[in-house]
């Protein structure tokens, strides 16, 4: 471990702990406050590093060395946690219960409706207003050695954000390699049917946080097919090929090759292709490379959709160490159940009833690629 890794990582650590106390805000912010203690907590395997907080179950960095020798964070974040109170970017967050939209803020189970919080104008966006993202998690349990990891844990009570039944949720993060970590997910509801679709939302720029666009990287996904959207970027229900459109990232392309033809940028689930390796559903994602640094990073996971999403939204936010994160900074790659599923039968459900089960399994594996 680097001299200078150590003291960033401590640097960042520390700006973060210094105005946790003062940053956690407004009535609601000090109504949260009021349920949890707010931590950070730093896994570590030789080089490659990650620091997170059970405020939202954020990852709020991840380092790595480039084809140099040079460790950077390649993930975005802001420079103190109170940045992350009434956040819209969702820097790093677990969200939920439900990541993406729900139309309408509304849906139906059992023929009863139910109304959940609108807030991404008549719609819910990532679970609410007050998602998972917004909350205090405990530590259930914490292992440091070999292959650090930790779980985190959080009941959500009925009618929160207006989702129906208590849901049970739990989160792990794991370092299982030497450059390679995991996320594991899992939720049960307690008493009553509800829909559970939980997502990790890093962004991600290899060539370090903060170091211009994207739009220059490397990227393949590993579908040969999308769920269109129409208004307010809500699933039309069809299912359509990617071939012959700016969509098409079964092979590798830059972001930028295309995005100009994509209204607004790439914001979009992909259906998932490729056989499963391990019996449980995990298959190859997608893989993301950046030539300066060398850095490659792959994406394995268990669940039938994707969301790329080129960081449009971006707008200058302030980040971590003085930062700027301009429009298409980063990269998000969350690995979903289909927006919008309580919406269209065809889709895979995500209504989960008690004794039932939620599990997402991501695998990330980080590399350089050989020199040519």
Not at 134 to 143: I, L, M, T, Y
Request: hydrophobic share 35%.
């Amino acid at each position: 471990m680097s001299r200078s890794a150590t003291a960033e990582t401590t640097t960042l650590l520390m700006c973060l702990m210094a105005v946790a106390a003062v940053s956690l805000g407004g009535a609601e912010a000090r109504k949260q406050q009021g349920k949890g203690t707010l931590g950070f907590y730093e896994l570590r395997r030789g080089e490659f590093s990650m620091v997170v907080t059970n405020w939202g179950a954020t990852i709020l960095s991840v380092r790595l060395p480039d084809k140099t020798g040079h460790i950077d964070d390649v993930v975005l974040g802001y420079k103190n946690i109170g940045a992350y109170v009434n956040d819209t970017t969702y820097f790093g967050a677990l969200v939920g219960r439900v990541a993406n939209r729900i139309a309408g803020g509304r849906f139906t189970i059992k023929n009863r409706p139910y109304h959940t919080y609108k807030n991404d104008g008549n719609n819910t966006l990532h679970g609410g207003h007050r998602g998972f993202n917004q909350v205090f998690w405990s530590v259930r349990e914490r292992v440091t050695g070999e292959f650090p990891y930790i779980t985190f844990s959080y009941r959500s009570y009925d009618g929160e954000q207006g989702f129906p039944g208590a849901l049970d949720v739990l989160v792990t993060y794991k370092i299982d390699g030497d450059y390679s970590y995991s996320v594991t997910m899992y939720a049960r509801p307690v008493d009553k049917p509800t829909p559970v679709n939980l997502a990790q939302h890093s962004y991600w720029n290899l060539r370090g946080h903060g170091r211009g666009t994207i739009l220059d990287h490397s990227v393949q996904i590993f579908a040969s097919a999308v769920t269109p959207v129409g208004a307010h970027l809500i699933p039309t229900g069809a299912v359509t090929p990617v071939a012959g459109t700016p969509f098409d990232f079964r092979t590798p392309a830059a972001p930028g090759a295309h995005i100009a033809e994509v209204e607004g940028g790439y914001d979009i689930n992909y259906v998932l292709d490729g056989a499963e390796v391990d019996g449980q559903g995990v298959r190859k994602v997608a893989v993301v490379s950046e030539a300066t640094s060398g850095r490659v990073m792959e994406l394995w996971a268990d669940q039938p959709g994707v969301q790329f999403y080129t960081g449009n939204f971006l707008k200058g936010d302030e980040g971590k160490g003085g930062a700027v994160y301009v429009k298409h900074g980063g990269l998000c790659l969350e690995t979903q159940d289909y927006p919008d599923a309580v919406h269209n039968a065809k889709f895979p459900t995500e209504i989960y009833r008690k004794g039932q089960v939620y599990k997402h399994y991501m695998l990330y594996k980080f590399s350089l690629a050989p020199n040519k």
